[in-house]
T-cell receptor
Framework: NAGVTQTPKFQVLKTGQSMTLQCAQDMNHEYMSWYRQDPGMGLRLIHYSVGAGITDQGEVPNGYNVSRSTTEDFPLRLLSAAPSQTSVYFC???????????????FGPGTRLTVL | GDSVTQMEGPVTLSEEAFLTINCTYTATGYPSLFWYVQYPGEGLQLLLKATKADDKGSNKGFEATYRKETTSFHLEKGSVQVSDSAVYFCALSKGAQKLVFGQGTRLTINP
């Protein structure tokens, strides 16, 4: 298994440009999430999905769109990049939670985005 | 809302020193608690977890005990190594999709 993969690893954008961060997992996980990591703030949830065709907003959704057409893929779209979106973005996935088990999430290696 | 507070870093120690990174949480109900580690240039990896009060999670010489009475989940290691240098995140989850993270603590171990 490749686990959770993300592309690209690095990206530089100009203000106003749009782009899509790719995320894929091969573990047949139902749940997928996008987080952003900023210095001194830990990771904050942007959007998440509980299954194909279902998405919902997290803590900081503004300026981002997501879709979940397949179980494997969960792309994150920046509609019009702003310098405030300079960050490291992590995708994560996990199984449907079981009350008798923990909720471990599996993270991708991250995408470092700079918006000039 | 739910939140996690970690001790501020950065933390710098010498090899073989004792490590404690404090973590306290605020949550309703009975969250599961986690420590994740992020090595330089990599994504987050689960280090250890505890799903109910008084559980002790352990891995790679690290330990943390779920203390409901003090709402804490402090990370400890008896003798740190240079290879333990990383950023450590405390997090909670309540059976849903979301993990709530602390701000992270950067640990540097000098030889």
């Amino acid at each position: 298994n490749a686990g959770v993969t993300q592309t690209p690893k690095f990206q530089v954008l100009k203000t106003g440009q749009s782009m899509t961060l790719q995320c894929a997992q091969d573990m047949n996980h139902e749940y997928m999430s996008w987080y952003r990591q900023d210095p001194g703030m830990g990771l904050r949830l942007i959007h998440y999905s509980v299954g194909a065709g279902i998405t919902d907003q997290g803590e900081v959704p503004n300026g981002y769109n997501v879709s979940r057409s397949t179980t494997e893929d969960f792309p994150l779209r920046l509609l019009s990049a702003a310098p405030s979106q300079t960050s490291v973005y992590f995708c994560a996935s996990k199984n449907r939670p079981d009350p008798d088990r923990d909720n471990e999430q599996f993270f991708g290696p991250g995408t470092r985005l700079t918006v000039l | 809302g739910d939140s996690v507070t970690q001790m501020e870093g950065p933390v710098t120690l010498s090899e073989e020193a004792f490590l404690t990174i404090n973590c306290t949480y605020t949550a309703t109900g009975y969250p599961s608690l986690f420590w994740y580690v992020q090595y330089p240039g990599e994504g987050l990896q689960l280090l250890l977890k505890a799903t109910k009060a008084d559980d002790k999670g352990s891995n790679k010489g690290f330990e943390a005990t779920y203390r409901k009475e003090t709402t804490s989940f402090h990370l400890e290691k008896g003798s740190v190594q240079v290879s333990d240098s990383a950023v450590y995140f405390c997090a909670l989850s309540k059976g849903a999709q979301k993990l709530v993270f602390g701000q992270g603590t950067r640990l540097t171990i000098n030889p």
